[in-house]
């Protein structure tokens, strides 16, 4: 009886039926490829570590290295459990083209490096986590070509200096659990060991020296015993704590919004199935009396309505999870360590289906606690008045005697909205939903693609960047870079800045290791969370990572020394700004460097307008080979492009999701609106009101609510909004990211194609209103 009763209801309900079937569908697609992707991001990262064995410990360093002395400090201390030294030739990047001859990497931001396969640890893997073997002539290529500039297998790689070239075919795309990261301004190209002793002579080498510990949990204390040891440290020195973040940040924002939308989705959901709950309440409401009125138990009668949400949401969920699984590849196309990663079947499988499986006893709590309406409904009310009632209050406010402004039957659907708010609240919410649904991703990638979005990155705005960084006395070619640019007319304004390693004294009283950028801060300033740029000797700005992990705030003090034996230097901390490079872990100030232990120099600079910045860049490039100069666009284009490329995706799915989900939940509004005033159209019928006047009536009610809602919706978007993607980036080192609103996308053409399409639907669902006479049986 049940089965025949769900067919035959199914049969005559549906338009709702398909509709809350497609939005189950949607909400279970999305929560479980929402949580696969968080967990096997995790899983994955955590498995190209261990297959990779990535150190614990990388300590980079430019210049000559006693490796004698490094092996004799290794094997005498307790913590280390494995040491490497690994050689990197880096190659400028004008001396280096992909796939065509004529584009070689002029302006990239990327140091690169040729190397050969490892031996004892960090190693390079092919796309599936496997160890890479490459033959003679071969070339394995970091993934962020592949997806930058569409690179296969096959393609060719040039090497090519005035008296020198060497060509490699593409054999394998590599996975580089140091490396991989867009956020990582280091890439290493894999080649085999007779090209690289061929190519040696002809870059500057830098070594990579690494450890793996017996316990790393002793992370800490290992890296302030190494950098006391007076052993090569000529660069900076990272961990594999520091590595994972970067990794999570450039793969894991894509995550962590589609899991946004996931639960935004399951709330309208929600919503969605409380709305046609009550719609076949009341449409169902006088056989609900009669089987009441011949003895029917409550219970029997919830289980009889129950039991169809029960295959509806079943069936749904069970489809949105295999969709999942045939279009979940689709989505990691753009997550770089994600792609054509080893399959594991516990995350491939049984993950997306706990997901659905949530949801599903989701949906049928919901309907149980839902369906207990039916234990107040009398048999003799439902019997008597053929609808639900509902208490309406008196409202003398909104009398249609006091309306001197509206169209009368405009009027008499606000008034309706008005008196049966409580009705039009679900609405209203999921109106809402919806347009945060499409304008906080919207905001998201005007922010991330505007060039403001360079202060998060802990970098003043200027024209163009010059980096010396592992540069055979860069010190010299540092200053004569800085002459140069002194003299230059086309130069407006510049800004000499100085990155070394000072020992900061931290909560614990252990003294770590911290990167102080010195110079000249007030020519190109960043935009400080709270106080401002250290202008006196004595003071300094703390990343909003390093405040947070120091357990310090403006005002508060802080002890620093350049080196072991040097004397301790208390300064103040002036101010706090927002850093995601270096994994949040820098700090500003104006006194001098720790000239022996610099790491990189770096010159800020505005182009006069009469002259051309291109053209700047070009003759720079070539005049201060190998400094890599670029355009703070461009910069930022090679940083985030990969994750600017995700949030594009994902705003355009979520944008579409809006529109859609707007629709559907309009379409189920308006079929139960039409059941539950049944008995009123009748009356207005009776009383002259034509089809017409209804409809506008109608149309009032929805466009009442949607103009309520896209206010409400803009609202929390700019406030609401902000704060859900600090917490996601807070993680990262941006606690307080300010949205770059585009005011035609967000404030025009987004509430323009939500009130169009919900207009439409509306007219679209009221089309039964015009055989409304046959019903009454006229």
Request: hydrophobic content about 45%.
């Amino acid at each position: 009886m049940w089965i025949k009763l769900i067919k035959n209801d199914l049969k005559r309900k549906k338009i709702i039926h398909i509709t809350l079937f497609i939005f189950l569908v949607l909400s279970a697609f999305c929560i479980s490829n929402g949580a696969t992707m968080l967990v096997k991001l995790s899983h994955s990262i955590e498995e190209l570590f261990a297959k990779a064995e990535a150190p614990h410990f990388v300590q980079m360093h430019a210049g000559d290295i006693d490796q004698a002395q490094i092996d004799s400090w290794s094997s005498s201390s307790p913590l280390v459990n494995l040491q490497q030294t690994v050689a990197m030739i880096n190659i400028d990047g004008t001396n280096l083209s992909l796939a065509k001859k004529q584009n070689p990497e002029n302006n990239s931001v990327m140091d690169i490096s040729f190397v050969k396969q490892n031996e004892k640890m960090d190693f390079l893997l092919d796309e599936k986590h496997n160890l890479l073997t490459i033959s003679n002539g071969e070339i394995g290529v970091p993934l962020y070509y592949k997806y930058r500039d569409d690179l296969k297998i096959g393609d060719k790689v040039y090497v090519q200096e005035e008296h020198f070239s060497m060509e490699f075919t593409i054999s394998a795309f590599v996975q580089d659990a140091l490396m991989n990261p867009s956020l990582v301004h280091s890439k290493r190209f894999l080649i085999n060991e007779l090209d690289f002793n061929a190519l040696y002579p002809h870059g500057e080498i830098e070594y990579l020296i690494q450890f793996q510990l017996a316990d790393k949990k002793q992370l800490t204390d290992f890296s302030l015993h190494y950098q006391t040891a007076a052993l090569p440290n000529s660069g900076p020195a990272i961990d594999s704590q520091t590595f994972m973040i970067l990794h999570a940040l450039s793969d894991g924002i894509a995550a962590s919004v589609i899991i946004l939308l996931s639960f935004l989705l399951v709330s309208i959901a929600i919503l969605c199935l409380r709305l046609t709950i009550f719609a076949t309440i009341e449409e169902d409401f006088q056989e609900i009396g009669v089987m009441k009125a011949i003895g029917i138990p409550p219970s029997y009668i919830k289980r009889i309505f129950l039991s169809k949400y029960i295959f509806l949401a079943a069936f749904s969920c069970l489809l949105g999870y295999l969709i999942s699984l045939s279009l979940s590849p689709f989505l990691y196309t753009k997550m770089a360590i994600l792609t054509d990663a080893p399959s594991n079947q516990i995350i491939d499988i049984i993950i997306p289906l706990l997901a659905s499986s949530f949801l599903f006893l989701l949906v049928v709590s919901f309907c149980h606690l839902s369906f207990n309406r039916f234990r107040k409904i009398s048999a003799t009310e439902a019997l008597r008045e053929g609808s639900l009632a509902t208490k309406t209050q008196k409202n003398n406010w909104i009398s249609l005697r006091k309306n001197r402004f509206l169209p009368v039957n405009s009027f008499l659907g606000i008034q309706d909205v008005m008196i049966r708010f409580k009705t039009f609240i679900l609405l209203l919410g999921v109106y809402i939903i919806c347009s945060f649904l499409m304008v906080v991703p919207l905001n998201f990638l005007t922010t991330i693609e505007s060039p403001t979005f360079i202060s998060y990155m802990g970098i003043g705005d200027s024209d163009i960047r010059i980096d010396l960084q592992n540069v055979r006395e860069s010190d010299q070619r540092f200053n004569e870079v800085l002459n140069y640019i002194k003299n230059d007319p086309a130069i407006l304004a510049f800004s000499p800045l100085i990155t070394s390693r000072f020992q900061v004294l931290d909560q614990d009283g252990k003294w770590g290791q911290m990167q102080v950028e010195t110079g000249n801060l007030e020519a190109f300033p960043l935009v400080y969370l709270e106080g401002r740029a250290p202008a006196k000797n004595n003071e300094i700005a703390l990343s909003y990572i390093n405040s947070s992990e120091l357990d310090k705030t403006v005002g508060e003090q802080l002890f620093i020394k350049r080196g072991p034996s040097d004397d301790e230097k208390q300064v103040t901390i002036s101010g706090i700004y927002q850093d995601i490079t270096n994994g949040g872990r820098t700090a500003k100030a104006v006194f001098e460097e720790n000239s022996e232990n610099i790491l990189w120099y770096v010159i800020s600079a505005d182009i006069h307008s009469d002259y051309s910045i291109p053209e700047k860049i070009a003759e720079y490039s070539s005049r201060f080979s190998p400094a890599k100069v670029t355009h703070l666009e461009s910069y930022l284009t090679q940083t985030l492009g990969q994750t600017i490329n995700q949030v594009k995706l994902i705003t355009i799915i979520s944008y579409i999701t809006g529109l859609f989900v707007s629709m559907l939940i309009t379409i189920l509004f308006i079929k139960m609106l039409l059941a539950k005033d049944f008995s009123q159209i009748n009356i207005m019928r009776r009383m002259g009101f034509s089809i017409k006047d209804i409809q506008i009536q109608f149309l009032s009610r929805v466009s009442f609510i949607m103009l309520a809602s896209v206010l409400l919706g803009t609202l929390l978007s700019n406030t609401l909004g902000p704060l859900v993607i600090n917490t996601i980036w807070g993680t990262l080192g941006a606690s307080q990211i300010e949205f770059v609103i585009n005011p035609i996308y967000a404030y025009l053409l987004s509430p323009l194609f939500l009130i169009v399409s919900v207009m439409f639907t509306t007219m679209l669902s009221m089309s039964s209103l015009k055989n409304h006479h046959l019903m009454n049986g006229k």
